[in-house]
């Protein structure tokens, strides 16, 4: 349920750096906002910017084109990451792409905020999953995501790639004495 926004013009930001945010987020699969996608004279950028994604995400990743918004002639239209540069895109159109949670319902772009994580909902009513608890974090959350790496016997080039993060980081935590660990917890 985060999103994040770039501009893709490179008029007085490098090149360079505007493809590095773009590689990064969409790793962290973020959703997306594209904000000065292309003009008369930038038109690679956005198929860049595709490339890019195409790297981290599905090609069937929804992707709204917004042109115009929340002016008289708005116009959205709806696309895959895969289509997304053979869209009529310009200066006024932002282009919005989904995660890897993201659908198209109803003619809106949906991207759930992670309740099925935590609850289970029959009958209209709604139950909490096992081990989880109302209010409090996820059993994944930062406290019981540390507790299940450190049980788990794996190393952190293991553990790294398993949840596609800097080794190094991984390793930092598990080397924690167990006082620091605990003072971390609830």
Request: hydrophobic residues 40%; aromatic residues 8%.
């Amino acid at each position: 349920h985060d999103f994040c926004a770039i501009s893709l013009s490179d008029l007085l930001t490098p090149w360079p750096t505007i493809a590095r945010r773009l590689d990064a987020v969409a790793y962290a699969d973020f959703v997306v906002a594209l904000y000065n996608p292309k003009s008369g004279r930038r038109t690679r950028q956005i198929v860049e910017a595709q490339r890019l994604f195409l790297r981290h995400r599905r090609p069937d990743t929804p992707v709204a084109i917004v042109k115009s918004a929340y002016r008289p002639r708005q116009r959205i239209e709806f696309t895959t990451l895969e289509r997304m540069a053979e869209a009529d895109i310009g200066m006024l159109t932002t282009v919005l792409i989904g995660n890897s949670n993201t659908i198209v319902r109803d003619g809106l772009m949906v991207t759930p905020r992670g309740y099925s994580n935590k609850y289970e909902v029959a009958d209209g009513e709604r139950a909490t999953r096992d081990g989880e608890q109302a209010g409090r974090s996820l059993s994944t959350g930062l406290n019981g995501w540390l507790q299940t790496i450190r049980t788990s016997g794996l190393d952190a080039t293991q553990l790294a790639a398993d949840y596609r993060l800097p080794e190094d980081y991984i390793a930092a935590l598990l080397d924690e004495t167990a006082d620091e660990y605990a003072d971390t917890l609830d």
